[in-house]
């Protein structure tokens, strides 16, 4: 071999080593459980995206719902509950069939909330006894990094988040926003869709569900996802969504115009509506009792936002919003009217509704 053949192979060698000790330092998403045989008894949802983690977290609450069925669903925030509180909803009982404890912020746990969560894992373990679980969440930076360490060394599991660092991450994650609904996108439309809402991941997911429910074509065409971008790499309907749900008449109103005059579909905007109001919704059956804080299946620092436009709502006002949209959605595809005059008087109804 020449002296240049071997300056190649020993440089690829290389290479290959270290995609290897990449690929191989690369966690992986644990998938949930299937039985109780699988089950663990301290999950923790590990950084990431904030949607990301947060769905994660309602995924696993939700499967452990369906695989203990008789178990109370216990709620807490790692900073503020009680030492008292959580050796009580995770102790043995005599009473109780168990418990599914969903546990956020624990990057904010105190030691004596580690120490019980440590005990907790020393005597339960895994396997099919379990009839209590905990699946927690901690937010991506470093604190709560000595806690993790703590609760891996007794035996909890690690489910790492993957951050959404640049704009292939954020397509993959599109593509597995329309996996989880049965459906596929072409990769250049899952591009187009993040350049429109790349920055704001609960939004890609939302017109991610609204696709799916308005069209039925698979994959999903990027002619079908610029119907609701415009081919503008500043789509603005959820904008004109927010200045609605703010109260503000005039500025949505606005803003709904220079939408379409920029090359906004219709459609879009009436997708972006339609997904606010139906986030509104939600957090006001949160109020009401109709919905528990589990199924909200919303990041708290959204959920607190909706809750603010969710202020000048009652079901009336949900009735006749909806009925609006609905109004606009079908002179959008192709019933006989006006459209954008149909939608101007969904996005000044809504405006108004939210500002009484």
Known sequence: MSSYQNRRAVASSKATSRLSSRRAAKPSILAVPASAENMTALTIIDGGDEYVNHQTLQRFSQAYQRLLPEAE????????????????????????????????????????VVSVLASFLDRKGSGSALDTVVIASRAAGSKGSRILATL?????????????????????????????????????????????????????????????????????????????????????????ADAALSGNVSQSVVMLRRAIASGVAPAGIVGALASKLRSVARVSAIASGALSASELEMPDWLASKVRMQARGFSSDRFAVCFEAVARADEQTKGG????????????ELIARCARQ
Request: net charge negative; hydrophobic share 45%; with cysteine.
């Open 73 to 112: 669903v216990i709620e807490v925030d790692a900073g503020t509950v009680s030492v008292l509180d959580l050796d009580s909803a995770i102790g043995p009982s005599l009473l109780a069939e168990g418990a599914v404890v969903v546990m956020s912020n624990l990057e904010n746990a105190s030691d004596g």
């Open 152 to 240: 891996k060394s007794h035996g909890a599991v690690i489910d790492k988040i993957m951050p959404l660092k640049n704009t292939g991450d954020r397509v993959s994650f599109v593509m597995s926003e329309f996996r989880t609904q049965g459906r596929s996108v072409e990769p250049i439309a899952a591009r187009e869709l993040v350049e429109a809402y790349g920055a704001r991941t609960s939004d890609l997911a939302a017109m991610c569900d609204q696709l799916c429910a308005d069209f039925a074509e698979d994959p999903v065409s990027v002619a079908t996802v610029r119907q609701y971008t415009g081919m503008t790499a500043q789509a603005t309907g959820f904008q004109v």
């Open 336 to 347: 006989s009217g006006d459209a954008i005059f149909a939608l101007e008087q969904a996005v």
